[in-house]
C-alpha cells in the first residue's frame, strides 16, 4: 500500500522507470530481437554482397556514420527541435478539436446528421492537394505547416472517437441513467471513459499520418525541419542522410506511441493486457 | 459444436480462397510487368521536352517507347540508377550529384535539351516594378544554393540593385504559382522555360538571363543568344534501343515545324500555345558526357 503513497519526484522517477520498461522492454524482447538483429544483420550484409545496389540502399555502418556526424553537429537537432514544436502544436489542436467534435457526433445523431457528411466528403482529399489553397489563405511557413500537419492528425481522430462513442455498450447507458444521470454526467463520466482505448489509438494513428504530413509540409515553404532535410537530401542523391532522417521519424513516431500506450495503461486500466 | 465446428472450417476456407486468390492476382501482376519490352523514358514534365512530346505521335515511338511522368528529376534519378528505366531525363545540378554516384557507370549521356533563356524573373500580376524596386520585396527560389538565384544576383548587382535587401523565401516550385496569384511573394526566379507557366497566369517576366554569343554572328542589336543547358537524357549503356534508337528518333522530332513542336509542348503541358508562340522552342540534340561536363564547366564560370 505504501508503494502508492510516493509522491514528488519520487513518484516522477518511479513512473519514468516503469515507462522506459515498458518502452524498451517491448524493443528488447526476445521475440523482437529474434526479427530485429537479423533484419539489421541483412541491412549490412545485402548492399555488402551487392544483392542490393548500396548506391540505393546504403549499409547500416554508413547510415550509422553520417548518423553520428549529423547528430553531433547541432545544426541537425535544431531541425529536429523545429519539426517537433510544428508537429506538437498540429497535435494539440487536433487533439483539442477532433476529440470534442467526436464525442459530440457520436453522442448526438442531430449534430451527426448535420456535420458527419461534410467530413466524409473531406476526408478523402489527399492532404497534397490543399497545399495550394493553404498557402492562399495562410501564406507560407509556420501557419500553413501545422495547418497540413493537423488535417493528417485530426480525420483518423475524429472518426475513431465519433465510432467509438457511437459504439459505447448501452448497458453503460442505461444503468447509468437510472441512477439519474444527466446526458451531461452521461458523455463525461460513461462515453468518454468507455471509448478512451479507441480515442487512445486514434492519437496514435493521427501521430502516424500526422508525421507523413510534416514531411509533406516542410516541402513547401521554409528551410527548417526533419522534412526539409530529407527532402533536401533525397533530392541532391545523399541516401545515407535520407536514412538517417527516416530512421529518426521513425524512432520520434515509436516514442509518442510508447507515451500512449503508457497513458492508456495509466488511463484505461481495464483495456490493459486485452 | 457441430455447427460451429462447421462455420470455422468455412471462414478458413473462405480465408484461404481469398488469399490464394491474391495471390495469383499479384503473381499475374508481377509477371506482366517482367514482359514489357516497351522502352520506358522518365521525365518529371514541363514545357522543354517538346521533341519527346511530338515523338510521341511518331507512329514508330508507339510500341517502341513510353514517356513516363515522375515527380521530380531527382525520381528519374533514383528509377535510372535502380534499372526501372531506360532512358530518362534530368536536369544539370542532379547530373552533378547522380554522375558522382557508384551504379553511374551503368549509365551515358546520349542527349541534351538547350533552351536560350536561363534565369527569369517573373513579377506578380498587377505589381508594376523595375529591377531597382525589388529592395524590400518577397522572392522565392525553389533552392536555397541556387544556380538560377546566383544568376539572377549577379546580373542584379551588375545593374546596382543591392539583392540582400530582398526577402528570399524558398518555395516548392509548385506552391510558386499560388503564392504569386495570392500576393505571398512578389516575384519568383526560375528556369526560363518554366516561366510560360507563370506568364499563363497573368504574371509578367521582369529579367531574364541570356547567354550572349562572342562572335560576329548577329548584330548590334540582336545579338544571337547561347543555348543553356536545361536537361540530359541519360540512358542505359547496354540497352541500344535507349542509348542510340531514342536519340535519333527525338532529333528526328526535333526537326519538326515550330508550329508543331510548339503545339505538342501546349499539349502536354496544357499552357496555351499563344503564350508558346512569344517563346523559344527547346532543343534536343545529340551528346555525349564530355559535350556536357564542358558545356556545365563553362555554365559554372
Keep these: 500500500m505504501t508503494e502508492y503513497r510516493v509522491k514528488g519526484p519520487r513518484l516522477v522517477l518511479r513512473e519514468t522507470g516503469f515507462f522506459m520498461r515498458n518502452a524498451f522492454g517491448s524493443i528488447f524482447s526476445p521475440e523482437f530481437i529474434v526479427v530485429f538483429v537479423p533484419a539489421l544483420a541483412l541491412w549490412e550484409i545485402l548492399p555488402r554482397v551487392g544483392v542490393v545496389p548500396s548506391t540505393l540502399v546504403p549499409p547500416l555502418s554508413t547510415v550509422t556514420v553520417t548518423a553520428w556526424e549529423m547528430f553531433v553537429s547541432d545544426e541537425y537537432l535544431v531541425h529536429i527541435a523545429h519539426s517537433m514544436g510544428k508537429f506538437f502544436l498540429a497535435l494539440a489542436i487536433a487533439i483539442a478539436t477532433a476529440i470534442p467534435l467526436g464525442v459530440l457526433m457520436g453522442w448526438n445523431i442531430a449534430v451527426r446528421k448535420r456535420v458527419l457528411p461534410f467530413f466524409q466528403l473531406l476526408a478523402p482529399v489527399p492532404p497534397p492537394a490543399w497545399v495550394p489553397i493553404t498557402i492562399i489563405i495562410f501564406g507560407i511557413g509556420l501557419p500553413m505547416q501545422t495547418f497540413l500537419i493537423f488535417l493528417g492528425a485530426f480525420y483518423p481522430i475524429l472518426f475513431n472517437t465519433y465510432q467509438a462513442v457511437k459504439d459505447t455498450d448501452p448497458r453503460f447507458l442505461a444503468s447509468a441513467r437510472i441512477f439519474g444521470a444527466s446526458e451531461f454526467t452521461l458523455i463525461t463520466r460513461v462515453y468518454i471513459w468507455d471509448a478512451l482505448g479507441a480515442i487512445i489509438m486514434s492519437v496514435k494513428t493521427g501521430i502516424a499520418v500526422g508525421l507523413v504530413m510534416l514531411v509533406i509540409a516542410e516541402m513547401y515553404g521554409g528551410r527548417s525541419g526533419i522534412g526539409y532535410v530529407l527532402m533536401e537530401a533525397k533530392e541532391f542523391f545523399q541516401i545515407p542522410v535520407m536514412v538517417v532522417c527516416m530512421v529518426t521519424l521513425g524512432i520520434i513516431g515509436w516514442f509518442l506511441i510508447e507515451v500512449l500506450k503508457f497513458a492508456e495503461l495509466k488511463l484505461a486500466v481495464w483495456k490493459v493486457g486485452r | 459444436m457441430k455447427r460451429v465446428h462447421l462455420l470455422v472450417h468455412e471462414h478458413s476456407r473462405a480465408s484461404l480462397l481469398i488469399l490464394l486468390v491474391v495471390l495469383l492476382t499479384a503473381a499475374a501482376f508481377l509477371s506482366g510487368c517482367g514482359e514489357r519490352d516497351v522502352t520506358v523514358i522518365g521525365h518529371s514534365g514541363g514545357p522543354l521536352l517538346t521533341a519527346a512530346y511530338v515523338a510521341e505521335s511518331d507512329p ?242
Aim: aromatic share 6%; with cysteine; glycine share 8%.
Design chain 2, 60 to 301: 514508330e515511338f508507339g510500341g517502341r517507347f513510353e514517356l513516363s511522368r515522375l515527380g521530380t528529376p531527382a525520381d528519374v534519378g533514383y528509377a535510372l540508377l535502380s534499372g526501372d528505366l531506360a532512358a530518362g531525363f534530368i536536369d544539370p545540378a542532379r547530373y552533378e550529384e547522380i554522375e558522382r554516384l557508384p551504379g553511374f557507370e551503368k549509365l551515358e549521356v546520349v542527349g541534351k535539351v538547350t533552351y536560350p533563356f536561363g534565369a527569369t524573373l517573373v513579377v506578380r500580376n498587377g505589381l508594376e516594378v523595375r529591377l531597382g524596386d525589388l529592395e524590400g520585396k518577397k522572392v522565392g527560389i525553389s533552392q536555397p544554393e541556387c544556380v538560377l538565384w546566383d544568376t539572377f544576383k549577379a546580373d542584379a548587382e551588375r545593374l546596382n540593385v543591392d539583392t540582400e535587401k530582398l526577402e528570399l523565401q524558398v518555395i516548392a516550385f509548385d506552391a510558386m504559382i499560388p503564392a504569386l496569384e495570392a500576393g505571398i511573394i512578389d516575384a519568383v526566379v526560375v528556369r526560363g522555360a518554366l516561366a510560360a507557366v507563370a506568364v499563363k497566369e497573368g504574371h509578367t517576366v521582369l529579367y531574364q538571363n541570356w547567354e550572349i554569343e562572342e562572335t560576329d554572328a548577329g548584330d548590334g542589336c540582336c545579338p544571337l543568344t547561347e543555348d543553356q543547358v536545361e536537361l540530359i537524357l541519360l540512358a542505359q549503356r547496354n540497352d541500344p534501343e535507349a542509348s542510340s534508337g531514342l536519340p535519333a528518333l527525338l532529333t528526328r522530332s526535333q526537326s519538326s515545324s515550330l508550329e508543331v513542336l510548339r503545339s505538342a509542348a501546349a499539349q502536354a503541358t496544357g499552357i496555351p500555345v499563344e503564350i508558346l508562340a512569344d517563346l523559344p522552342v527547346s532543343r534536343f540534340e545529340v551528346a555525349d558526357r564530355a559535350l556536357i561536363e564542358e558545356l556545365l564547366s563553362h555554365d559554372d564560370e
